[in-house]
Every structure is written in structure tokens, then in C-alpha cells.
């Protein structure tokens, strides 16, 4: 997966690559060790809001086929959520079809973004916690969760257990 965002309040945007928003996480500290995530509470700011699309959200799938059949811990999925929230960059994932990147992974619960078009695809981290946060809405079977949110346009967002 790829990170770009900024680094300190205000600062330019710089990309990352790693395996999940909690290693580009480290990455980001050990470049600014003040960094923060953002409170999930925080309104996003002005210029999150202003190049934000409307939501295109389309359907969710829940204990969903084939490779990531397998239910994830619905708590440590509900931490991946926190962290995505709390940045104000981008995730990325490589062009498809069917291009997936772990965006998130604690204790062998996995939060993937996945693309089918076929060019590279950016997403806000924040607004694939939202889609997270459908899949357990909609799928949580007390602790564990497996599901799938399907965007319009051409990518989504898979919950399922990965180890890590």
C-alpha cells in the first residue's frame, strides 16, 4: 500500500510505502517523532472536506468466498479503523483489475483495499474507515467479522482475518 499525507500540521504531503497504515505509522514517527494521529472525533478540516467526493458506496457482502473467506477479530479491526481515521492523507493501492493492499493489520485482522480499474487509485484512509465501519455494521457476528463494501467507482474495501 502507499501513504501520501502530511507529516506535521499543515506540512507538504510525502508518500510512504509499507505493509499496513501501522508500518507507514512507524515510518511517520521515526521521521517526526511528535506526530500524532488525529482525534476520530475532530472534524476534518476545510481543505479535507473541499476535495472529498460524495460517497458512491455501493453494496456489502458479508462472510464473503474464496481467499478472504477467513473472519477477522471485530476488535482489533474496530483499531484499524482508528488509525485510518486518524490521518488526513490518502491510501493507495497499485492499478487492477483486482490489485489488493492491505491498508490495515493487527493480530491477524485485516483491513484490505482493493482496485479494478486500471489505473492507480488514491482514497482518503478516512473514508475507507467508513467503509469499515459498514462491513462490521452489517456483518458483525459478535466477535469476529468476514464482509466486503463494493464502491461504484470500480474498488472496495474487504474485512477478513490475515496474519500479522
Known amino acids: 500500500m502507499t501513504y501520501t499525507g502530511p507529516i506535521t500540521p499543515?506540512?507538504?504531503?510525502?508518500?510512504?510505502?509499507?505493509?499496513?497504515?501501522?508500518?507507514?505509522?512507524?515510518?511517520?514517527?521515526?521521521?517526526?517523532?511528535?506526530f500524532e494521529l488525529l482525534s476520530p472525533d475532530e472534524p476534518p478540516s476545510i481543505t479535507q472536506r473541499s476535495d472529498s467526493k460524495q460517497s458512491t458506496k455501493e453494496k456489502v457482502l458479508c462472510n464473503i468466498p474464496g481467499r478472504y473467506s477467513s473472519t477477522a477479530n471485530t476488535f482489533w479491526i474496530r483499531s484499524?479503523?482508528?488509525?485510518?481515521?486518524?490521518?488526513?492523507?490518502?491510501?493507495?493501492?497499485?492499478?487492477?483489475?483486482?490489485?489488493?493492499?492491505?491498508?490495515?493489520?493487527?493480530?491477524?485482522?485485516?483491513?484490505?483495499?482493493?482496485?479494478?480499474?486500471?489505473e492507480k487509485l488514491e482514497v482518503k484512509c478516512s473514508e475507507l474507515a467508513g467503509y469499515a465501519e459498514d462491513i462490521i455494521e452489517r456483518c458483525d457476528e459478535g466477535e469476529y467479522v468476514n464482509g466486503q463494501e463494493f464502491d461504484e467507482g470500480g474498488w472496495n474495501v474487504v474485512v477478513a482475518e490475515d496474519l500479522c
Open 80 to 118: 484499524g479503523i482508528k488509525y485510518l481515521k486518524g490521518l488526513e492523507g490518502k491510501c493507495g493501492v497499485s492499478k487492477g483489475p483486482r490489485s489488493c493492499a492491505r491498508i490495515s493489520c493487527s493480530y491477524d485482522s485485516g483491513i484490505w483495499l482493493c482496485n479494478d480499474n486500471e
Open 10 to 34: 499543515g506540512g507538504e504531503h510525502i508518500s510512504f510505502e509499507g505493509n499496513s497504515i501501522q508500518e507507514i505509522h512507524s515510518q511517520i514517527k521515526a521521521l517526526n517523532p511528535d
